[in-house]
């Protein structure tokens, strides 16, 4: 297996109680995996972990064949590995171009050009614009990002993390909140951009689980409880006490 994301031993203690243990997980090089597992499992722990917002107890997390256990989180993300967080994170009064655009700048350094003059960030209209017409808003392109309805904005966050061009994405519940029409579109989405891509999602929507992903690891009470394909995975009677069988209720 080509891993792109390759975790041994992961683990994080706090005071004494160990929200991750022990945790092994290894991401195919393009392809969808999700992180599943009922609340309080530590799957956004382990999201935290594996994009150095938080510093493991123990572990290794190698990434694209480099130990990045000690990185720090802006180095990881230069390195493409780049996250999308649970609440849409945009820049609500000013447009859904300029978010775009904004996001569109390299790195100078350890800063981005934020305050350039408007015409010197026009150049990146046309890739922005792409970026737009891929995830359905290039009709929105000079609305302001507030504006947006709930679904279109996780639209818009997505454009912008892929506006970074991420080897590895890892998104964290993207279809959360959303009605059954954002949920497919946001489904689809995600598909296409694990065309040229790894992607590594936490995702309640087992629906959308089942239908993206080639691999899925269960973690419960900060431990992995099963993993492989979800037709294998959803069988498995530790899982489905565990996490399937309470969502299948909830």
């Known amino acids: ?28 090089r393009n392809t969808i995996h999700a992180l599943i597992g009922p609340n309080g499992a530590g799957k ?19 990434y694209d064949g480099e130990d990045i256990t000690s990185t720090g989180a802006a180095e990881v993300a230069r390195k493409g590995m780049v996250r999308s967080f649970q609440i849409s994170a945009t820049f609500a009064h000013m447009t859904v171009l300029e978010n775009v655009r904004i996001a569109l700048q390299r790195p100078r350094g350890d800063s981005f050009s934020f305050w350039r003059p408007e015409n010197a960030l026009s150049v990146l209209d046309d890739q922005a614009m792409g970026l737009l017409r ?70 309640h929507n087992l629906s959308v689980v089942s239908d993206l992903s080639d691999r899925i690891t269960v973690l419960a009470r900060g431990e992995v409880l099963a993993e492989g394909p979800y037709a294998e995975v959803s069988k498995n009677p530790a899982v489905v006490e565990a996490y399937m069988g309470s969502d299948a209720h909830a």
């Open 1 to 28: 297996m080509d891993a792109i994301l390759d975790i041994k031993g992961l683990t994080k203690s706090f005071k004494g109680f160990k929200a991750v243990n022990g945790v092994d997980l290894a991401v195919e």
């Open 134 to 203: 891929d995830v359905g808003l290039e009709g929105d392109a000079r609305r302001l990002a507030v504006e947006l309805p709930y679904g279109r904005k996780r639209a818009l966050e997505l454009a912008t993390t892929l506006a970074l061009d991420p080897k590895l994405l890892l998104l964290d519940e993207p279809t959360s909140g959303m009605g059954r029409e954002d949920i497919a579109r946001t489904a689809d989405l995600i598909r296409r951009a694990a065309q040229s891509r790894t992607v590594l999602m936490v995702e």
């Open 44 to 62: 956004t722990t382990c999201f935290n972990l594996i994009t150095k917002f938080l510093d493991p107890t123990s572990g290794t997390i190698t």
